[in-house]
């Protein structure tokens, strides 16, 4: 209950756009890390059990990880201009 009523502090007293960027700002960023650590996990179970297919693997293990890093930078940015704003 302690966090909300921060939240709400903090978003009546800065806007609720500036409070709604930041939150969606560290949900982007949270997300990203979330996603790049199934990408990997998923890539080294796969090697463990196709050794000889590590190197296909690993070079789509690596696009998928950009593409997502690639959205969460959006999503970040959105959200860093919404709380300048």
């Known amino acids: 209950m302690a966090l909300l009523t921060v939240l709400l502090q903090a978003a009546a007293g800065a806007g609720l756009a500036k409070a709604g960027g930041a ?4 949900v982007a ?3 990203a890390g979330i996603g790049v650590g ?6 080294l179970e796969s090697i463990a059990r196709q050794p000889e297919a590590a190197n ?3 070079a789509n293990m690596i ?6 890093e690639g959205v969460a930078l959006f999503g970040v940015i959105a959200g860093l ?3 300048v704003s």
């Open 23 to 26: 939150i969606g700002a560290g």
């Open 29 to 31: 960023a949270i997300a």
């Open 38 to 43: 199934n990408i990997g996990k998923s890539a």
């Open 56 to 58: 296909d693997i690993r």
């Open 63 to 68: 696009l998928a990880a950009a593409l997502v």
């Open 81 to 83: 201009l919404a709380v």
